[in-house]
């Protein structure tokens, strides 16, 4: 026999209109949007006030390919917000290819600024070198640890998905999953403007 | 204790008559380095986000309850 408390809380959570975890969630990405906030306003510091930027004798950074990179991050917002879209259709055959096609984008912009790394660093723009190699490697790096932790999510999500544990109805984790991983994807655009132009 | 707050406030009044840079230094310290327009759009950068934030999420809340 099902208690009254028990029938008390199922309804609790079908009336529910916000799903905590998502609120967590949302908390946890303003806590990040103040860190990153942070460290681009003391970024400002340097960029905007009239000494030489970049400092004399720094390598130049690679625009093209972080460029090209962008658009693969974009891209792959563009594809997680399509994977959602066609599952709450109720096509998980195109659902679970947009998804693997998202998380293969997240590796790719993740390889691509790896390999811009080292050749920067055998270009001799190491975080100890100055102001500019600290700051550069620590918003892009903190930037990309974060697409680091969203790729591991969607990976979390895909294995998730191919085990049946999402339906067009009930997909909490891929909304927490996009949601976070829409975040990362907004992001770059304003880092990468700003620290490479 | 009349006396001595009277004391310290009479030696500060004078310090800061007789060496007015000393006083002045915050000001002085803005102007002096290079980086004071940085500074300035950082600050500016920085003021409004918790507001922004804040109206964002109390926006979201409402529109989803």
Same mark, same amino acid.
């Given at each position: 026999? *099902?208690?009254?408390?028990?029938?008390?809380?199922?309804?609790?959570?079908? /009336?529910?209109?916000?799903?905590?975890?998502?609120?967590?969630?949302?908390?946890?990405?303003?806590?990040?949007?103040?860190?990153?906030?942070? %460290?681009? !306003?003391?970024?400002?510091?340097?960029?905007?006030?009239?000494?030489?930027?970049?400092?004399?004798?720094?390598?130049?950074?690679?625009?093209?390919?972080?460029? $090209?990179?962008?658009?693969?991050?974009?891209? !792959?917002?563009?594809?997680?917000?399509?994977? $959602?879209?066609?599952?709450?259709?109720?096509?998980?055959?195109?659902?679970? !290819?947009? %998804?693997?096609?998202?998380?293969?984008?997240?590796?790719?912009?993740?390889?691509?600024?790896?390999?811009?790394?080292?050749?920067?660093?055998?270009?001799?723009?190491?975080?100890?070198?100055?102001? #500019?190699?600290?700051?550069? @490697?620590?918003?892009?790096?903190?930037?990309?640890?974060?697409?680091?932790?969203?790729?591991?999510?969607?990976?979390?999500?895909? *294995?998730?998905?191919?085990?049946?544990?999402?339906?067009?109805?009930?997909? %909490?984790?891929? /909304?927490?999953?996009?949601? #976070?991983?829409?975040? *990362?994807?907004?992001?770059?655009?304003?880092?990468?403007?700003? $620290? @490479?132009? | 204790?009349?006396?001595?707050?009277?004391?310290?406030?009479?030696?500060?009044?004078? =310090?800061?008559?007789?060496?007015?840079?000393?006083? =002045?230094?915050?000001?002085?310290?803005?102007?002096?380095?290079? &980086?004071?327009?940085?500074?300035? =759009?950082?600050?500016?950068?920085?003021?409004?986000?918790?507001?922004?934030?804040? &109206?964002?999420? &109390?926006? =979201?809340?409402?529109?989803?309850?």
């Amino acid at each position: 026999m *099902v208690s009254k408390a028990a029938v008390m809380t199922q309804k609790l959570k079908a /009336d529910r209109k916000i799903e905590p975890a998502m609120l967590g969630l949302l908390l946890f990405i303003v806590v990040e949007i103040m860190f990153f906030a942070g %460290l681009i !306003s003391a970024f400002l510091v340097f960029r905007l006030s009239p000494v030489q930027w970049p400092p004399a004798g720094q390598p130049r950074l690679p625009i093209e390919v972080t460029a $090209i990179n962008t658009v693969v991050l974009l891209l !792959s917002g563009f594809t997680f917000y399509k994977a $959602i879209k066609v599952l709450r259709e109720g096509k998980k055959g195109l659902y679970l !290819s947009l %998804l693997s096609f998202t998380a293969l984008l997240g590796i790719l912009f993740l390889t691509t600024q790896g390999y811009e790394w080292i050749q920067l660093v055998k270009f001799g723009l190491s975080v100890s070198s100055n102001v #500019y190699g600290g700051f550069f @490697y620590a918003l892009v790096g903190m930037h990309g640890f974060h697409v680091f932790g969203g790729v591991l999510a969607l990976l979390w999500v895909l *294995v998730r998905s191919l085990m049946g544990a999402y339906s067009p109805k009930h997909h %909490l984790g891929v /909304d927490l999953c996009r949601t #976070y991983w829409f975040f *990362v994807v907004g992001l770059w655009p304003i880092l990468f403007v700003l $620290i @490479y132009f | 204790m009349n006396k001595l707050t009277n004391t310290l406030t009479l030696v500060l009044v004078m =310090w800061m008559v007789l060496a007015p840079v000393a006083v =002045w230094a915050c000001p002085l310290c803005v102007n002096a380095t290079p &980086y004071k327009d940085g500074l300035l =759009w950082a600050v500016g950068l920085l003021i409004p986000v918790p507001f922004i934030l804040a &109206y964002l999420m &109390y926006g =979201w809340i409402r529109r989803a309850a």
